[in-house]
Every structure is written in structure tokens, then in C-alpha cells.
């Protein structure tokens, strides 16, 4: 085979229409062989080429003959010295860390590992035995992709609602997906999905991780799997298990008409990224990409003992992006998500442990500058888990300007709220009002706010009203696993039950959490099937319950499809009325020397709060008005946003409350929008004059909209 020297740039394997260029960064190798294969099951290369040309620490050739559809994996050659921080083995085929196609799931055997498993050495002892017959290859692909007029869509903020899914599970056992397309890229983008969300509302999807994963060893031996993704090895190859076809590669185009399918519905995409940690593990984990490639580089590694890794994650290591090349890798990685992918943002796991430059975590980091810096990733959406497991590694408010934030403090304020722990309400003010105690010091704005009550990671909604505790026990950890994040809701009987109270009590907890969650000012964040009771049966980290425990359910219930209609009436009022998803801050002033103030807060007198109100820790009911003349907000062309005047009352108390509405003039009333007592709205566009009282029910939640006796 002719092989020509190449280029440095750009790094993996590309395709040019001619030929194939490959680029491997190894700062530490001594010699670096490409392989070559015959297909994704062959044993044996078919062409070994030492790769004579090194630039700048990248190694590189040129394949005239070269053709997408080819399968490769490097061996890298070096000091195999773990104590020094090098663990090089050439017996063992390597993932390119570029690779844009990977044609196998990864499964590990003894042999994926570098050193000998059960020597008495550990790790120390370098294994020599070849493992090309289980490795997975890599897939040169053609990138070509026609997208005619597909572009980011660029939803302001302001006007987006998340919804948080799994590619496989919202479509595994959906009766209105052909079977063939269930749990794969094709049948995220079938009509009767994109029917579905465009029914909802949402504006946007954050899938959960779509890189290359592996399958954790443990949970294979158990017969279990690592259902979410959060075991990342291929940065810039979506995963092959939602594959449809099964030409490897073809996946790529699979994932290219899923993004356009979706856009051309008016509905992004983000991405949850996993660039803290990879599937590699600690030093006792497997040799699979980066670890053979130049395990010194890409990986923090204790500074007076190399052997060992420094993990942020609890995964076992930490990416270095102290090293410029491997923060090279991440921006690549988002630039090609972004400009091939036409993926519009993302949402970074542990997003804490990247900030980390020493120890400490830096909002000034390298990796933020560089963010901010670049024409590309700086106007797409990007937003942090905002902690890692390390120390100091809490940091939900610090991030700077140009980041939206899984906001931890607000969904751990409307719990405890609906919860009914007492001394909340002032918590609870700054929550439902964007969370300005946290971003608008550092300049940002309320939609830096990503607000959710529940995600991937915990119980489902159903589950966190229906369950006291963990049920977890399929996971086989003896239940050991997960985090006690359930907080007794005193709805009676944990579990099933047909305790007509306790079912209604459940349900009413449901839709006060989204009544809350869609109508607070920020970002909101749907879990994806909480909309339609979706239940783990208890467990709260599914993680490796790819089957019913995890997938949604889509045989409706009659009390499923009544909470569906709820939480489409209230996606649906939030985008009609901008006084929801204001773009500044609350002022909580008297606006241009009028009587009207932007925001008031009531106490169920009909009396604004004072000082001594807020610290009153029996207080559990409250009152909120937003002015929607008090705005003070432009749109796109210069006019002034103006909407109606809503009242929110909340009431976490066990007994009703009668709650004075505001005085209004006599030309206007009280229109009832919406109650969680009454998720069918028999009693919508009920009227009530201001100075009135409007009985709150126990556990309830009300919306009441001003408008003229003519109409708004």
C-alpha cells in the first residue's frame, strides 16, 4: 500500500476525496504503528504501517488509496513505567482519539487491560498478549451529509423549555414507532415523536450522552449495562448502539437526519457531554485510547506518585486539560459537533472538575477562556452541571458570564417547599424570581438559570411522591447505591396503593412541582416521561436498567393523560406570556415614579411581605404578582413588551387558606387560569374581584390572570 507523509493537521482520520490523512498526537511514544483491517471482525491487520513522520509531537501519514469504510486502530510503543506515569503497550490496538466512527460496542475482557490481571504486581507487570480480535476499530467515514438549509436554530433563551431524554428508552416500547426503529437515532425523529414534542411544547432536547460508551466489566458479569453513557471513550463518534443500519459508519448520517429532522420541527438539540473522566478508569482500569496513546498527557495524575490518577468524578481519573493538547481534544470535539453535527449546545457533566487548573476550581480557567474566546462555541448553548466530587467542587452560582447553570439550590428549595418544611419561603422567593442571589452580581441574567425538580440522575417525579425510600436492589449493590434524595412527602402509603387520598394527594404534588417548575422565571427543565408518570418502581439510579425500569411507558392512563393536558396548558401559558420568562431581573421598585411595582410578594391578608415575614418559619403560604406593564423589556425591534398581570398563590400548609387577591380597579377582575386541585379546569376562567378572597386548597397552587370586563 502507498503511503505518502501527510499532514499534522487536521488530527484523526479525514477523508478528502482522494485519500485518507491520519494524525496522532503521542507526546511521550517512541513509535506509532497504524493498522489497518479488512472489516470490524477480523482478527488480524491486514497492513501494519510505522508512521515515519512526527510534527510537532503528531504523528502522520497519507493513504492515496485510502477510502471511507476503512477500519484502523493505532499501537503505540514506549516505556511501559507506570510508576513514572507511562503505561505504553503496542501489544494491545488502540482507539483513535479523533475517530469521527467506532464499529463495535466495547466489552472488556482480560486482554483489554495493559497489565496483568491477578499478578501479584498488579498493574506494574505489562501484559503482552495481542487483543486485535476484541478491540473495537475504528471507521474512516465520508462527512459529506446534504443539509440543504438546515441551521442552529439560535431559541433565545427566554423562550426555551428542555427536555431531558434518552435516545433509546423514549422510543424502546412507543406503539406508534415501528419496531425496527425503536431505541435508535431514526426513531427519535419519526412523526409520531416529533408529533409528541411539538404537542408538548418543548423547544429543545438534551440527549443524555451519545459518545462512543463502554460497557462497564462488573456490569456485564451481572448481566446488567450501562444504560446512560456516562462511560465515554469516542469524543467525536456517536454511539453505534442506536444504530439502525448495520454498516458501520452509517450511523453518522443516522444521527445527521435525527438533528435535522428535529430542527426542521423547530426543536434543538443539546447534548450532554462527559469530558471530565473516560471509560478508562484508574490505574487499575483498561488500556482502550488515550491511556496507551500517552497516558501522561491526557490524564491528571497525582504529581509525587504518577502511578495513580487524581479523580474529580469518582470514575477513577480526570482528563488533564492543564495539557493544551488535551484541551485541543475537547474544543475540537464541540467545533465538530457544532459545524458537522449542527448540534446547538451542551450540557457538561461535572462540569466542575473541568475548571480545576491546580486543585482548586478556577472560574478563570483555560478552558473557560478559551470558551469565550471562540467564534463558534461561544454562541451556541452551553450550560454546566456546576460540581464535582472533589473538593470545593460545589460551585452552582460561580460560573461566568456566557453559562447557564443546572440550578442544585432550586431544586432542592421546591422540594423541601411542597415538601412542607417550614422557613423556606424566603428561599423560595429567590428561586421562583430567577435566582438572582446567585447570578446577578457576576452580570447574568435569569435565564442563567437551569431550573428542574428532577433528572436522569434521581427518582422520576412519580416516584419521588410515591416513594420514603431507595429501591434500588435490581442494581446488585444491596440497594447501597444512589443517593438518599427522597424526603418523606407524607403522602400516607409508600408504593403502589388504592388509597384514593393518598393517590390524589400524589397527584396534586405532581402538578404543583411542574406548575412550579414551568412558571418560575429561568430555564425550566423537563424530565423527560414526568409528564406522563413515568416510574423506576423506586430506583433512583437507573444507570444500568436498559429495559422497562428505565424506558418510557407510553399505555396511558386516564390520570396520565389528564397530567399530559395539565403540563401542555402550562408550557403553553408560560410561551404566551413573556411576564414568565423575563430576560432581566426583578427590580422590586416602583417603576418610572408610578404606583406599579415589577414584582410583589403577599401574605395571604392580601398584605405585601415585610421584614419580619420572611423569617417566619410556620409561614408556608405565599403570595406573588407579576406586573406584565412593569416588564420593561424590548423585543428584537424596539417595542416595548407588555402582558397581563398574574397572581401566583402557593400554599404548602395542610389546611386551606383564604388568600386576598390585589385590589384592582373596577374595570378589571381576577380570571382563574389554572389550580392544581383541579387538573381538568373545570373551574377555568372562574372570575374574582380584587380585595376578594380566593381559597387556596391544602397542598395547592393557583393562577389567576388580571383583565379588563371586557376582555384582555
Same mark, same amino acid.
Not at 496513546?293 to 504518577?306: G, H, Q
Not at 453535527?341 to 478552558?367: I, K, N, P, Y
Not at 428549595?413 to 418544611?421: L, M, N, Q, T, V
Given at each position: 500500500?502507498?503511503?505518502?507523509?501527510?499532514?499534522?493537521?487536521?488530527?484523526?482520520?479525514?477523508?478528502?476525496?482522494?485519500?485518507?490523512?491520519?494524525?496522532?498526537?503521542?507526546?511521550?511514544?517512541?513509535?506509532?504503528?497504524?493498522?489497518?483491517?479488512?472489516?470490524?471482525?477480523?482478527?488480524?491487520?491486514?497492513?501494519?504501517?510505522?508512521?515515519?513522520? /512526527?510534527?510537532?509531537?503528531?504523528?502522520?501519514?497519507?493513504?492515496?488509496?485510502?477510502?471511507?469504510?476503512?477500519?484502523?486502530?493505532?499501537?503505540?510503543?514506549?516505556?511501559?513505567?507506570?510508576?513514572?506515569?507511562?503505561?505504553?503497550?503496542? *501489544? %494491545?490496538?488502540?482507539? +483513535?482519539?479523533?475517530?469521527?466512527?467506532?464499529?463495535?460496542?466495547?466489552?472488556?475482557?482480560?486482554?483489554?487491560?495493559?497489565?496483568?490481571? =491477578?499478578?501479584?504486581?498488579?498493574?506494574?507487570? /505489562?501484559?503482552?498478549? +495481542?487483543?486485535?480480535?476484541?478491540?473495537?476499530?475504528?471507521?474512516?467515514?465520508?462527512?459529506?451529509?446534504?443539509?440543504?438549509?438546515?441551521?442552529?436554530?439560535? $431559541?433565545?433563551?427566554? %423562550?426555551?423549555?428542555?427536555?431531558?431524554?434518552?435516545?433509546?428508552?423514549?422510543?424502546?416500547?412507543?406503539?406508534?414507532?415501528?419496531?425496527?426503529?425503536?431505541?435508535?437515532?431514526?426513531?427519535?425523529?419519526?412523526?409520531?415523536?416529533?408529533?409528541?414534542? !411539538?404537542?408538548?411544547?418543548? &423547544?429543545?432536547?438534551?440527549?443524555?450522552?451519545?459518545?462512543?460508551?463502554?460497557?462497564?466489566?462488573?456490569? $456485564?458479569?451481572?448481566?446488567?449495562?450501562?444504560?446512560?453513557? @456516562?462511560?465515554?471513550?469516542?469524543?467525536?463518534?456517536?454511539?453505534?448502539?442506536?444504530?439502525?443500519?448495520?454498516? #458501520?459508519?452509517?450511523?453518522?448520517?443516522?444521527?445527521?437526519?435525527?438533528?435535522?429532522?428535529?430542527?426542521?420541527?423547530?426543536?434543538?438539540?443539546?447534548?450532554?457531554?462527559? @469530558?471530565?473522566?473516560?471509560?478508562?478508569?484508574?490505574?487499575?482500569?483498561?488500556?482502550?485510547?488515550?491511556?496507551?496513546?500517552?497516558? *501522561?498527557?491526557?490524564? /491528571?495524575?497525582?504529581?509525587?506518585?504518577?502511578? @495513580?490518577?487524581?479523580?474529580?468524578?469518582?470514575?477513577?481519573?480526570?482528563?488533564?486539560?492543564?495539557?493544551?493538547?488535551?484541551?485541543?481534544?475537547?474544543?475540537?470535539?464541540?467545533?465538530?459537533?457544532?459545524?458537522?453535527?449542527?448540534?446547538?449546545?451542551?450540557?457538561?457533566?461535572?462540569?466542575?472538575?473541568?475548571?480545576?487548573?491546580?486543585?482548586?476550581?478556577?472560574?478563570?480557567?483555560?478552558?473557560?477562556?478559551?470558551?469565550?474566546?471562540?467564534?463558534?462555541?461561544?454562541?451556541? %448553548?452551553?450550560?454546566?452541571?456546576?460540581?464535582?466530587?472533589?473538593?470545593?467542587?460545589?460551585?452552582? =452560582?460561580?460560573?461566568?458570564?456566557?453559562?447557564?447553570?443546572?440550578?442544585?439550590?432550586?431544586?432542592?428549595?421546591?422540594?423541601?417547599?411542597?415538601?412542607? +418544611?417550614?422557613?423556606?419561603?424566603?428561599?423560595?422567593?429567590?428561586?421562583?424570581?430567577?435566582?438572582?442571589?446567585?447570578?446577578?452580581?457576576?452580570?447574568?441574567?435569569?435565564?442563567?438559570?437551569?431550573?428542574?425538580?428532577?433528572?436522569?440522575?434521581?427518582?422520576?417525579? !412519580? +416516584?419521588?411522591?410515591?416513594?420514603?425510600?431507595?429501591?434500588?436492589?435490581?442494581?446488585?449493590?444491596?440497594? !447501597?447505591?444512589?443517593?438518599?434524595?427522597?424526603?418523606?412527602?407524607?403522602? =400516607?402509603?409508600?408504593?403502589?396503593?388504592?388509597?384514593?387520598?393518598?393517590?390524589?394527594?400524589?397527584?396534586?404534588?405532581? #402538578?404543583?412541582?411542574?406548575?412550579?417548575?414551568?412558571?418560575? !422565571?429561568?430555564?425550566?427543565?423537563?424530565?423527560?416521561?414526568?409528564?406522563?408518570?413515568?416510574?423506576?418502581?423506586?430506583?433512583?439510579?437507573?444507570?444500568?436498567?436498559?429495559?422497562?425500569?428505565?424506558?418510557?411507558?407510553?399505555?396511558?392512563?386516564?390520570?396520565?393523560? &389528564?397530567?399530559?393536558?395539565?403540563?401542555?396548558?402550562?408550557?403553553?401559558?408560560?410561551?404566551?406570556?413573556?411576564?414568565?420568562?423575563?430576560?432581566?431581573?426583578?427590580?422590586?421598585?416602583?417603576?418610572?415614579?408610578?404606583?406599579?411595582?415589577?414584582?410583589?410578594?403577599?401574605?395571604?391578608?392580601?398584605?405585601?411581605?415585610?421584614?419580619?415575614?420572611?423569617?417566619?418559619?410556620?409561614?408556608?403560604?405565599?403570595?406573588?404578582?407579576?406586573?406584565?406593564?412593569?416588564?420593561?423589556?424590548?423585543?428584537?425591534?424596539?417595542?416595548?413588551?407588555?402582558?397581563? &398581570?398574574?397572581?401566583?398563590?402557593?400554599?404548602?400548609?395542610?389546611?386551606?387558606?383564604?388568600?386576598?387577591?390585589?385590589?384592582?380597579?373596577?374595570?378589571?377582575?381576577?380570571?382563574?387560569?389554572?389550580?392544581?386541585?383541579?387538573?381538568?379546569?373545570?373551574?377555568?376562567?372562574?372570575?374574582?374581584?380584587?380585595?376578594?378572597?380566593?381559597?387556596?386548597? *391544602?397542598?395547592?397552587?393557583?393562577?389567576?390572570?388580571?383583565?379588563?370586563?371586557?376582555?384582555?
Amino acid at each position: 500500500m502507498k503511503v505518502w507523509p501527510g499532514r499534522p493537521y487536521p488530527l484523526g482520520a479525514t477523508w478528502d476525496g482522494e485519500g485518507v490523512n491520519f494524525a496522532l498526537f503521542s507526546e511521550n511514544a517512541t513509535s506509532v504503528e497504524l493498522c489497518l483491517f479488512d472489516g470490524p471482525d477480523a482478527s488480524k491487520e491486514s497492513h501494519r504501517i510505522r508512521l515515519e513522520e /512526527r510534527t510537532n509531537q503528531t504523528w502522520h501519514a497519507y493513504l492515496p488509496e485510502g477510502r471511507p469504510g476503512l477500519h484502523y486502530g493505532y499501537r503505540v510503543d514506549g516505556p511501559y513505567e507506570p510508576g513514572a506515569g507511562h503505561r505504553f503497550n503496542p *501489544a %494491545k490496538l488502540l482507539i +483513535d482519539p479523533y475517530a469521527k466512527s467506532i464499529a463495535d460496542t466495547i466489552r472488556l475482557s482480560d486482554r483489554m487491560f495493559g497489565y496483568r490481571i =491477578g499478578d501479584p504486581e498488579g498493574d506494574l507487570t /505489562r501484559d503482552d498478549r +495481542d487483543n486485535a480480535d476484541e478491540s473495537p476499530k475504528c471507521v474512516v467515514i465520508d462527512q459529506a451529509f446534504s443539509w440543504g438549509g438546515d441551521h442552529l436554530l439560535r $431559541t433565545p433563551w427566554s %423562550k426555551t423549555i428542555i427536555y431531558e431524554v434518552h435516545v433509546k428508552g423514549f422510543t424502546a416500547r412507543h406503539p406508534d414507532v415501528p419496531d425496527h426503529l425503536r431505541g435508535t437515532y431514526a426513531g427519535l425523529s419519526t412523526p409520531a415523536v416529533i408529533e409528541y414534542l !411539538q404537542g408538548l411544547g418543548v &423547544t429543545a432536547v438534551e440527549l443524555l450522552p451519545v459518545h462512543h460508551a463502554v460497557q462497564d466489566k462488573h456490569l $456485564t458479569e451481572q448481566g446488567l449495562t450501562n444504560y446512560w453513557g @456516562y462511560n465515554t471513550i469516542g469524543f467525536f463518534a456517536p454511539d453505534m448502539r442506536y444504530a439502525l443500519s448495520p454498516v #458501520r459508519g452509517r450511523h453518522v448520517r443516522e444521527f445527521k437526519t435525527m438533528v435535522k429532522t428535529l430542527h426542521s420541527a423547530g426543536i434543538e438539540v443539546i447534548l450532554d457531554v462527559v @469530558y471530565n473522566h473516560t471509560a478508562e478508569g484508574n490505574h487499575l482500569g483498561p488500556t482502550l485510547s488515550f491511556r496507551g496513546i500517552d497516558n *501522561a498527557a491526557y490524564y /491528571r495524575l497525582v504529581s509525587d506518585d504518577p502511578r @495513580y490518577y487524581m479523580d474529580y468524578t469518582g470514575c477513577g481519573n480526570s482528563l488533564n486539560v492543564r495539557h493544551p493538547r488535551t484541551l485541543q481534544l475537547i474544543m475540537d470535539s464541540l467545533r465538530y459537533w457544532v459545524l458537522d453535527m449542527h448540534v446547538d449546545g451542551f450540557r457538561f457533566d461535572l462540569a466542575s472538575t473541568l475548571a480545576r487548573e491546580l486543585h482548586e476550581v478556577d472560574r478563570l480557567s483555560a478552558f473557560f477562556d478559551i470558551i469565550h474566546q471562540d467564534p463558534v462555541l461561544s454562541q451556541v %448553548k452551553l450550560i454546566a452541571e456546576p460540581w464535582d466530587l472533589g473538593a470545593g467542587g460545589y460551585q452552582v =452560582g460561580n460560573f461566568p458570564v456566557g453559562w447557564a447553570e443546572w440550578n442544585g439550590k432550586y431544586r432542592d428549595a421546591i422540594r423541601r417547599y411542597w415538601k412542607g +418544611d417550614g422557613g423556606q419561603v424566603a428561599e423560595l422567593a429567590y428561586r421562583l424570581s430567577g435566582s438572582s442571589d446567585l447570578y446577578e452580581m457576576s452580570g447574568r441574567r435569569p435565564f442563567a438559570s437551569i431550573n428542574f425538580i428532577t433528572a436522569h440522575d434521581g427518582f422520576s417525579l !412519580q +416516584d419521588l411522591v410515591s416513594y420514603n425510600e431507595k429501591h434500588n436492589e435490581a442494581n446488585g449493590e444491596n440497594n !447501597q447505591d444512589g443517593h438518599n434524595d427522597n424526603l418523606s412527602w407524607n403522602c =400516607g402509603v409508600e408504593g403502589p396503593t388504592d388509597d384514593k387520598n393518598v393517590l390524589e394527594l400524589r397527584r396534586r404534588q405532581k #402538578r404543583n412541582m411542574l406548575a412550579t417548575l414551568l412558571l418560575s !422565571q429561568g430555564v425550566p427543565m423537563l424530565c423527560g416521561g414526568d409528564e406522563i408518570g413515568r416510574t423506576q418502581l423506586g430506583n433512583n439510579n437507573a444507570y444500568c436498567q436498559d429495559n422497562e425500569i428505565s424506558w418510557h411507558g407510553w399505555d396511558l392512563s386516564r390520570e396520565n393523560r &389528564t397530567l399530559l393536558t395539565f403540563v401542555r396548558r402550562l408550557i403553553a401559558l408560560r410561551q404566551d406570556h413573556p411576564v414568565f420568562r423575563r430576560r432581566r431581573f426583578f427590580q422590586g421598585r416602583r417603576i418610572h415614579g408610578s404606583d406599579i411595582k415589577d414584582i410583589v410578594w403577599l401574605h395571604s391578608d392580601g398584605k405585601e411581605m415585610d421584614e419580619a415575614d420572611w423569617n417566619q418559619g410556620h409561614l408556608r403560604a405565599i403570595g406573588l404578582v407579576l406586573a406584565g406593564d412593569a416588564i420593561e423589556e424590548k423585543d428584537t425591534r424596539g417595542n416595548a413588551i407588555v402582558d397581563n &398581570t398574574f397572581v401566583l398563590l402557593f400554599n404548602a400548609h395542610h389546611d386551606s387558606i383564604p388568600f386576598v387577591l390585589p385590589a384592582c380597579d373596577e374595570s378589571a377582575s381576577w380570571v382563574l387560569m389554572l389550580d392544581t386541585c383541579d387538573p381538568t379546569s373545570r373551574r377555568s376562567r372562574a372570575v374574582f374581584k380584587g380585595g376578594e378572597p380566593y381559597t387556596i386548597e *391544602a397542598r395547592a397552587m393557583a393562577i389567576l390572570c388580571r383583565e379588563s370586563v371586557h376582555g384582555a
